[in-house]
T-cell receptor, first 116, second 112 residues
């Protein structure tokens, strides 16, 4: 019963490069959430997706960031032209189909992005 | 906008004693509250939750108290154990919103 999986666990990029972070939700979960944790700060919501749909991207920076959750395969968080300020831990969480507002989200181990 | 605040960045407690972690929120639309525990290099793990229709929820050594009028909740751990040492995040969400707001976390250290 695999939990939420994220890869890579660590990612190093130089300024201007692209970063791709992957998240495979728990089996049977069709809701995916992405969060970012900056150093010394709490987790901040970025985007909520269901299969092939972005439901809420109110926490996503307007430029350079995009997310998708295709019909097949993992959810991808993509950061184009990375800058040093993008260095953070990025966490993915999933919740089951027919999620109610009270449903618990299960988190992956996170991807630590370092921008040189 | 810091809608969920954990004002104590750290807390140190002796093994066997009670740990009390506090959380305040500003958005009166929040109606569901959660506590997550996070170990280094791991993702947050769900610990316990409470709906706004309740003022207390207990699960083993963990109890969460909710004071809606004060917009305050707390997590009590008793008795505290060294394995409880971790960062604890308070989170809140509302029924008509998809995002969950987190506090900055409190690092709990339980000393043997």
């Amino acid at each position: 019963n695999a939990g939420v999986m994220q890869n890579p666990r660590h990612l190093v990029r130089r300024r201007g490069q692209e970063a791709r972070l992957r998240c495979s939700p728990m089996k049977g979960h069709s809701h995916v959430y992405w969060y970012r944790q900056l150093p010394e700060e709490g987790l901040k919501f970025m985007v909520y997706l269901q299969k092939e749909n972005i439901i809420d991207e109110s926490g996503m920076p307007k430029e350079r960031f995009s997310a998708e959750f295709p019909k097949e395969g993992p959810s991808i968080l993509r950061i184009q032209q990375v800058v040093r300020g993008d260095s953070a831990a990025y966490f993915c969480a999933s919740s089951p189909i027919n999620a109610e507002s009270t449903d618990t989200q299960y988190f992956g181990p996170g991807t630590r992005l370092t921008v040189l | 906008d810091q809608q969920v605040k954990q004002n104590s960045p750290s807390l140190s407690v002796q093994e066997g004693r009670i740990s009390i972690l506090n959380c305040d929120y500003t958005n009166s639309m929040f109606d569901y509250f959660l506590w997550y525990k996070k170990y280094p290099a791991e993702g947050p793990t769900f610990l316990i939750s409470i709906s706004s229709i309740k003022d207390k929820n207990e699960d083993g050594r963990f109890t969460v108290f909710l004071n809606k009028s004060a917009k305050h909740l707390s997590l009590h751990i008793v008795p505290s154990q060294p394995g409880d040492s971790a960062v604890y995040f308070c989170a809140a969400r509302s029924s008509n919103n998809n995002d969950m707001r987190f506090g900055a976390g409190t690092r709990l250290t339980v000393k043997p």
